[in-house]
């Protein structure tokens, strides 16, 4: 079985300043993918970056980078320059070899102009 | 359209009644899941299609439950009896049947039940 944690139900940011969501996670399967997805009010998940277990480099996509720390189990969102737009709800999850995603609780970010 | 279609985006029913929502992946994608959310929760994986085979469900789905896939493109999923507590986005997702192409794991928008 696999468990996500984020202990951060909400956070503020300043605008154009970077933040990071905190994500952790238990399994057993030694192959696995984390996830973050985004989630404003219109209710869509949108997909923001993929770290498989394997990958030897941190995940990156243009503002968003993972840190990933296998030993810890941790896989930390990081958004540089936060925009008035990156107010939603993030959820981190997991899956092994490309099976159903297990979330986490998530995190309501807010950015402040 | 490339992405994944729900339909509809909003349901009020009353309780006791049946609905159906539908589901359409990305064309190429030949995996097909549904998941439920609940205000303020994570989704929660409910079942899965590889193809029009179903390969999983959740102890989260019970006997009200049904979902169907039945020429490996579109799905239904349908809640018989609706109770208050079924009330939640119904969330469908779809990916390439592949663990190096987990990128193509891609959500629709959600159908949003709401039991009255």
């Known amino acids: 079985a696999q468990k996500i944690t984020q202990t951060q139900p909400g956070m503020f940011v300043q605008e154009k300043e970077a933040v990071t969501l905190d994500c952790t996670y238990d399994t057993s399967d030694p192959s696995y993918g984390l996830f973050w997805y985004k989630q404003p009010s219109s209710g869509e998940m949108i997909f923001l970056i993929y770290?498989?277990?394997?990958?030897?480099q941190n995940a990156t996509e243009g503002r968003y980078s993972l840190n990933f720390q296998k030993a810890r189990k941790s896989a930390n969102l990081v958004i540089s320059a936060s925009q008035l737009g990156d107010s939603a709800m993030y959820f981190c999850?997991?899956?092994?070899?490309?099976?159903?995603?297990?979330f986490g609780g998530g995190t309501r970010l807010m950015v402040k102009p | 359209d490339t992405g994944v279609s729900q339909d509809p985006r909003h349901k009020i029913t009353k309780r006791g009644q049946n609905v159906t929502f539908r589901c359409d992946p990305i064309s190429e994608h030949n995996r097909l899941y549904w998941y439920r959310q609940t205000l303020g929760q994570g989704p929660e994986f409910l079942t899965y299609f590889q193809n029009e085979a179903q390969l999983e469900k959740s102890r989260l789905l019970s006997d009200r439950f049904s979902a169907e896939r039945p020429k490996g493109s579109f799905s239904t999923l349908e809640i018989q009896r609706t109770e208050q507590g079924d009330s939640a986005m119904y969330l469908c997702?779809?990916?390439?049947?592949?663990?190096?192409?987990?990128?193509?794991?891609?959500f629709g928008s959600g159908t949003r039940l709401t039991v009255v």
């Open positions: 997702a779809s990916s390439l049947g592949d663990s190096r192409h987990l990128y193509g794991y891609t």
């Open positions: 999850a997991i899956t092994p070899a490309g099976n159903m995603l297990t």
């Open positions: 770290q498989g277990s394997y990958d030897q």
